[in-house]
């Protein structure tokens, strides 16, 4: 498997996990809030953190990131049809085997 499609879905993986982690610390944060209207205690609106954005957006980013990369590593390389090896798209001869690459 080529590096970059192998980097693209750990950053997809990484992605979606640090979204979930932060949309559970949302809801999470926005019950503890509703509990603290709902009781009336004077506790917990201020020793809560802020809502955590720059996460949410640091996740989502690596989300689409991985998935840019994963699709463009699909078109950077193509196979030997003799060695199996892979080369760039615009290389005419396998730089494995030394072979002219057929017509498309």
């Given amino acids: ?6 980097i ?3 950053l997809v993986i990484i992605g979606v996990i640090l979204t979930l982690i932060t949309i ?3 809801i ?5 809030i509703k509990f603290v209207e709902t009781h009336g205690a004077n506790y917990g609106v201020r020793d ?7 996460p949410l957006v640091f996740g989502i ?3 689409v990131f991985g998935i840019v990369l994963t699709i ?3 078109n950077i390389y193509k196979k030997c049809p003799y060695c199996t090896k892979y080369s760039k798209v615009e290389a005419t ?4 085997c030394n072979k002219d690459f057929p017509k498309e």
């Fill in 1 to 6: 498997m080529r590096t970059s499609k192998i």
């Fill in 8 to 10: 693209g879905i750990i």
């Fill in 24 to 26: 559970t610390f949302i």
């Fill in 28 to 32: 999470d944060y926005v019950g503890h």
């Fill in 48 to 54: 809560t953190p802020p809502l955590p954005i720059i």
């Fill in 61 to 63: 980013g690596l989300l």
């Fill in 72 to 74: 463009k590593a699909k």
């Fill in 93 to 96: 001869i396998c730089r494995f």
